[in-house]
Each structure stands twice: as C-alpha cells, then as structure tokens.
C-alpha cells in the first residue's frame, strides 16, 4: 500500500508528465525532448514502487531503468537546448549514435553482474572492479552533457531580445539542477528514487513553468551571426578605408566568387564596373541603385544599397553594402510581359480575322490556325451548339478542325451532352485538361481513338451563355496555367463573335422579310388584287349585258396577269439572290436574267464579252445597276424585249441595257424616282458615268461608262428567250 508522500510524489509526477502530453500537442521547439524528461523520472519512480512492493527478485533489472533513465535525462536536456540555440545539427545522424554508447555499455555491465535480490547489495557488497568504476564513470558522462548543455546556453544570457535571454535563463537553471545532487551524494534524499532522479523532476518543473508562460509556439534563440549567414540579401561589410572585412554566403553566390578571394580587398576595385558605387565609395555618400552583373550563368539583376555604419561616438567606422538579387522577379516580370505581348498579338490577330470575315465559318477557320500555331498543338477543333435543332440539349457541331485526319472527321462530327465530359464542361463553365487521353475514363472512346496525348476542352462563353468548346492536343508535354487562361480569353472573344454573327443574322433574316412583305404588298398583291377587280368587274358586265368589246376586256385581264406572274418571277428570285462577290458580275447578270426575265417570256438578246475583268466593287455595284434597271423594265415598262450589251470600247467598259417598252418622262423620273437616284449614286461610288434615254411609247436606253485599265476581250453573243 502506498503511502500518503508516496501518492502525493507520484501524483505530481503524473501532472508534470500531462503538461509534457500538452506542449507536446502545442507546435513548441523540442516538445519532442521536454516531453521525454517529463516521461523518466514517472518511469523510474513507478520502478522504484514496483521494486519496493513486488516480489520480483531481479534486482538488475531495476538498477538498468534508474541508470538509462539518468543517462536519457540529461539527454534530453541537451537535446532540448541544442534545439532552442540552433545546433541541432549536433542531435542529427550520425552524430546521435554517439548518445548510444555509454547507454549500451550501461545495459551490457548491469545485465552481467551476478543476480541480487536487493539494490543494497549492489551499492554496497560489490568490488570496485565489478561495479564501482562504472559508477564513477556513469557521473562524469552525466556532468559532462549537462556542462556542455551549461556552455552552449551561456552565451544566450546576456544579449537577444527578454524573451531569449528569459529562455537562457530557464535552460541554466534546468540543466544545472541535476549537477547538485552527484557532489551532495545519494544520502541527501532518503529514498532508493535517488536524489539525481528528483533533481530531473525539478528540471522539468522548471522548463515547464517557462513553456506556460510563453505565448510564442516558436522561439528559435538566433544570433546576430546566423542572422547574418542566413540573409537572402547580399551583406559586404567595408572598413573606413574600403577594404573588405566581412562577407555572407548570399554575397559570395551574387558575386560569383569567395570570401577568400575578396577578403582585404579594396569596394572600389571590386565594384570598378559601377561608376556610381565607386563615386559614392569616394564620397561618403550613401547610394540606393540599381544595376545588372554579367556572370557565367547569364546577367543578374542588383538592387544595390550602402549605408554608412558609425559607431556610439557617431564616429564613421566602415560601410554596408546590401545586394539584393532580384533576377528571379525581372525574370518573371519579362516572362509576364512577354506572356502579355503574345496575348495582344494574339487577340490582336483574332480581332483582325473576325474584321475581314463574313461570316462564323471564315472567321473560326482564321482563328483555328492561329491557335494552332501560337499554342504549338498537334489537333484542335471547335465544336458549336446546334441551335436550330437542338435547342433544349448541348448538341455539339463540328464546324472546323486542324490537324484530325480525314477519315475521324466523322467520328468526331458530333459531341452531346450523354458524354460526361461534354456535360461537365457546359455545367461547370470551366477548362477541362487531361494529361492522358488513353488512361482518363472521362474521355469517351470515339475521341480516344482518334486523339493522342494530353487533351484540353475550353468552353466558350459569351454572356454566361454556352456557345460550343475548343479541343487541342499535346503529344509531348501538357498545357500550362497561364496557356490555359490565354485560350479562356480567347474563347469568350471567339464565342462573343459568334453570337454577334447570329444575332446579326437573325436581325438581317426579319429585316429581308420584312422588306419581301413590303414588296409582295406594293406589286404582286396590288397586281392581284386588281386582276380580282377587274374579274369581279367583267362578271358584273356580262350579267347585266352591258359589254360590247368581250375580247379586249380578256386581253386586258390577260396583260395584269402576264404582269403578276412577272414580278412573282422577281420576287421569288429576290428569296434566293446570287452571291456577286463569287460568281462576278456576268455569272450574276446570266443567273437573273434566266431566272426573271427568261421566265417572264421576255426575249433577251445579249452582246457580252465574258472575258472582261472588274473589281470586286465595281462586279457588286454594276450587278445593282443592272438589277434596278431590269426590275423596272419588269414593274413599268411592258416590254417584250431586252438588250444587253457589255464590252470594251477604247479605255472604257460600256454596259447597256435597252427595252422597247412604253419609256418614260426623263424629268418627272428624275424628280420622284429613288430608282434613278440609286442608280447614278452607286455609278458614283464606281466613278462610272451614266446615260439614260426614254421616249414614252419608244423605249428606254440605259448606258453606264466604267473607265478601265487593259482588259482582255473576246466576242461572245447569244440571245435567251
């Protein structure tokens, strides 16, 4: 049964003990050795009261706790401070195995000698060889740590901020306070827990009362030298007379050599390459510049500081030179800059495509070979969504690529949102990269097939709307973060383009219908509508018997209808115009007059050089010229024949076009006419001439002079009927 100082000591064991678990779980410099001085003297003292109450009679068993307890002890104590004054280096391999010899040489001895029954009878009945010569030597080893733990910390006590010197102070204390009991001997304390083992406790104690009171979890006792060593910045001290007395390790590497090399040397020599630095080394100024220092490895960038150092009198004493590397940030500030450049020249090149195409097709085209190039890709594609078909789906169409070999064109066709990938990317609006397209279960097989090597899927977005995607490849190595932010940008432009399109498509479709509206009303259904008349007209007649003339009534019903079904021919004609800028002026005359005029029973006789080469302005212009005349020759002239003429005639390009309808009063046409008006404002635009002729009941005659260069010509006529 344990007696009541007994339960008390152990007790107290244990609560120094919990607060070692506590700091332990606190991030606190050498938890690790602090809590292992708190774990030995509970762990010997707990040997201590198993011996004492228990029948087990090996009592070397015993002697080996308290012996290694002491030796780890004051282990740990070295441990610890080595730790709080940055020599752990002393405690790190292989230096450590050195704490193993005298424990295992401890073991081997003890476990050897011959087997009592009673501490007594080791202490007290050996021969010195056999036991007493380890003893003694089992001190001095214990001493000698705690005295160099003393030694290592003493020179902590006297400068570093109160914290530090606070820390010296308890780290002293802690390791001196085993030292006492070897010179006071064992009979200081009356209990076989040794007065050594009690002492240890009290070290503890001590520690832990410092640990409680600090607030910092890291308290690293740093000297001015290792301040010094350990600076990123370039430290060059100089003398008053310039000469080099100290350097660190960080100006060594700056200046591509060694302390010895320019150790005692003259600033002024050293920094001869710097104008502005030897001046200011001569003057005593201090100087704040930069500068650049080519070396082996390249150039590097200096930021370059001295400052005067004097001492307590304000005596100039010396210099301080600080070097401050900066070529990492000029680095990355050139590779930002040059990331930025290529980023304008890109979108700048975008914006260019986008300016000179037509339509999304030219424009994604353009753009897909720029991406292709300026991101060094081996396959890339854009995907839009189908609209029309699939409005309520992410349906993908493939409307351009580079790089896919033509027979996987038709695999990849088509993306929907069924695949995983497709449906992650329009959810989530973001990039999508994969290393390996072969080993990503994301990828579906029909792109795994056909695509080799890492694999990126940018969305593109307008407006937070999900217009389509842009795939590329890598073969060899993958897309960066800065690339992947590029294509980000360059989507929402490419997205933003083709919305603008669509929209513009959409607003020029209602535009065209609503005009096609206003022609069907002004000619076809007027034209209709008075054909009705005149029907409802002659029944009337006929049934009241008041017409004489029936055959000229039915040929005047006759000519309205004629003159429907005409401009019926130009309005369907108008649902599907010719595409000028392609087909040229001639291709685009022929398509009209076969398709209007050919088809109205007009007889058209042509006189046309086909070989006659116009820009493509004056191919559009004249093509609406010609287009203007002939409607009106539809809509007024009742004519049965047209003709043609366009050839060459000395340095001019000669296009007429004649009818023999009823003309037309050339004066009150020019005053109310905007079909005149819009023939001489795009003959303007061209620099041609115009000519028109018109005697009511004669005809009328249209001639347009194109002044032009050298052209080549060759005779072709045909008539069309």
């Known amino acids: 049964m344990l007696t009541l100082s007994e339960f008390l000591f152990l007790s107290l064991l244990l609560i120094v003990f919990f607060s070692g678990l506590f700091f332990y779980t606190r991030n606190r410099v050498g938890k690790g050795s602090f809590l292992t001085l708190t774990l030995i003297p509970l762990v010997s003292y707990a040997t201590d009261l198993l011996y004492k109450y228990s029948d087990f009679n090996r009592a070397n068993f015993f002697l080996v706790i308290l012996y290694l307890g002491s030796t780890l002890a004051a282990t740990s104590l070295f441990f610890l401070l080595s730790q709080f004054t940055l020599h752990s280096r002393l405690i790190k391999f292989p230096y450590n195995l050195l704490f193993l010899i005298e424990p295992a040489i401890s073991i081997v001895i003890i476990l050897s000698l011959p087997a009592k029954t009673s501490l007594l009878e080791y202490t007290t009945n050996l021969p010195l060889s056999e036991f007493w010569a380890w003893e003694y030597f089992h001190k001095l080893y214990i001493i000698g740590i705690l005295l160099l733990t003393i030694t290592l910390v003493a020179p902590y006590i006297s400068f570093g901020t109160k914290l530090l010197r ?25 209990v076989i827990f040794h007065a050594q083992m009690f002492s240890f406790t009290l070290s503890s104690i001590f520690l832990g009362l410092f640990l409680f009171k600090t607030s910092t979890e890291k308290l690293p006792l740093l000297t001015r030298d290792h301040a010094v060593e350990s600076m990123q910045e370039g430290w060059i001290l100089l003398d008053a007379k310039n000469r080099i007395v100290d350097v660190n390790p960080s100006a060594e ?82 590779a930002r800059q040059e990331a930025r450049d290529e980023m304008f020249s890109l979108l700048h090149s975008i914006s260019g495509a986008a300016s000179r195409s037509e339509n999304t097709d030219e424009f994604i085209l353009a753009a897909l070979y720029q991406l292709g190039y300026s991101f060094e890709s081996k396959a890339i594609a854009v995907f839009l969504v189908d609209e029309e078909l699939h409005k309520n789906k992410h349906h993908l169409l493939l409307v351009a690529h580079q790089g896919i070999a033509s027979e996987n064109i038709k695999k990849i066709a088509f993306l929907d949102e069924k695949y995983e990938i497709v449906s992650e990317i329009a959810k989530s609006r973001e990039a999508i990269l994969i290393e390996d397209t072969k080993s990503d279960s994301r990828v579906p097989d029909f792109l795994r ?23 590329m490849t890598r073969e060899n190595n993958t897309y960066s973060d800065d690339e992947i932010v590029r294509l980000e940008i360059v989507s929402r432009q490419v997205g933003s383009f083709v919305q603008n399109d669509r929209r513009r498509h959409i607003a020029s479709t209602l535009a065209e219908r609503q005009r096609l509206i206003r022609d069907l009303h002004d000619s076809v259904t007027q034209r209709l509508y008075g054909l009705v008349m005149m029907t409802e007209s002659a029944r009337l ?15 005047q019903l006759g000519f309205s209808a004629r003159q429907a079904l005409k401009e019926m021919r130009l309005f369907l004609y108008k649902l599907q115009p010719v595409d000028i800028e392609r087909a040229g002026f001639i291709s685009a005359l022929l398509h ?19 070989n006659l080469v116009l820009s493509m302005e004056e191919d559009v212009h004249l093509f609406l010229i010609a287009q203007e005349v002939l409607n009106n020759i539809i809509k007024h002239a009742n004519a049965s024949t047209v003709k043609i003429s366009f050839r060459k005639a000395r340095i001019h390009i000669h296009l007429k076009i004649s009818d023999d309808g009823s003309g037309f009063n050339i004066q009150e046409a020019n005053r109310s006419g905007l079909g005149m008006m819009n023939i001489r404002e795009r003959a303007k635009i061209i620099g041609a001439n115009v000519k028109i002729n018109s005697i009511p009941g004669q005809g009328t005659t ?10 080549q010509k060759t005779k072709s006529a045909g008539t069309i009927k």
């Open 592 to 610: 009209r007059l076969e398709a209007v005029e050919g088809r109205a029973g007009l007889e058209v006789k042509l006189d046309i050089d086909q």
């Open 541 to 555: 007649g006929f049934s009241a018997g008041t017409i004489d003339e029936p055959e000229e009534l039915v040929a």
């Open 166 to 190: 606070n820390a010296a102070h308890f780290i002293f204390i802690a390791a001196f306070l085993p030292i006492a009991p070897m010179f006071l001997g064992e009979n200081a304390v009356q």
């Open 449 to 471: 097939d056909t695509l080799e090597g890492c694999l990126l899927l940018i969305p593109i977005i307008d407006e937070d709307e999900f217009v389509g995607l842009l795939l």
């Open 702 to 711: 249209v001639a347009i002079l194109i002044r032009q260069g050298t052209v």
């Open 253 to 334: 590497e700056i200046l591509y050599t060694s302390k010895a090399n320019i150790y005692g040397a003259d600033a002024k020599v050293i920094f001869a390459r710097w104008p502005n630095i030897a001046k200011s080394l001569e003057t005593q100024q201090e100087f704040d510049a930069k500068g650049s220092l080519s070396i082996k490895e390249g150039i590097r960038h200096l930021h370059i500081r001295i400052l005067q150092v004097r001492n307590s009198q304000d005596v100039f004493v010396g210099r301080l030179i600080l070097l401050r590397d900066n070529t990492e940030r000029r680095q990355a500030e050139a």
